[in-house]
């Protein structure tokens, strides 16, 4: 896939999370005691993270990555119906940080194997 296709696809991505999580009054069904909407926040930075993984250099990954939940979560605060939450931010970021390891590990294997 070609660069700009990718870098499209990113951005892309960022504005659907920022439709996603800037949507007045959406409503997540949620399951006892676990909050399914942190699992769709994890989801979506998941994504992000595979997007961002193969174009950016690790501490842009992390600057843009976290930069859009930040500002994902903070919109919260100024649409009707909707509310800030850290642990949204920090489902987030653990998205883009398990996306990033699988990634890297990947990574670091398909190099280990080809020196041998």
């Known amino acids: 896939m070609k660069k700009n296709t990718k870098v499209l696809l990113l951005i892309f991505w960022i504005i659907v999370i920022f439709i996603l999580t800037g949507y007045p009054k959406l409503k997540v069904p949620t399951i006892e005691y676990i909050g399914l909407d942190k699992l769709f926040h994890f989801a979506i930075f998941f994504i992000l993270g595979i997007f961002e993984y193969r174009l950016l250099k690790t501490y842009l990954f992390f600057a ?23 642990l949204d931010i920090g489902f987030g970021i653990l998205g883009l940080l398990v996306s990033y390891m699988i990634f890297h590990s990947r990574s670091a294997i398909r190099n280990a194997i080809s020196k041998t």
């Open 64 to 86: 843009i990555g976290c930069s859009v939940a930040l500002l994902a979560e903070f919109q919260q605060i100024l649409i009707p119906g909707r509310g800030f939450e850290l």
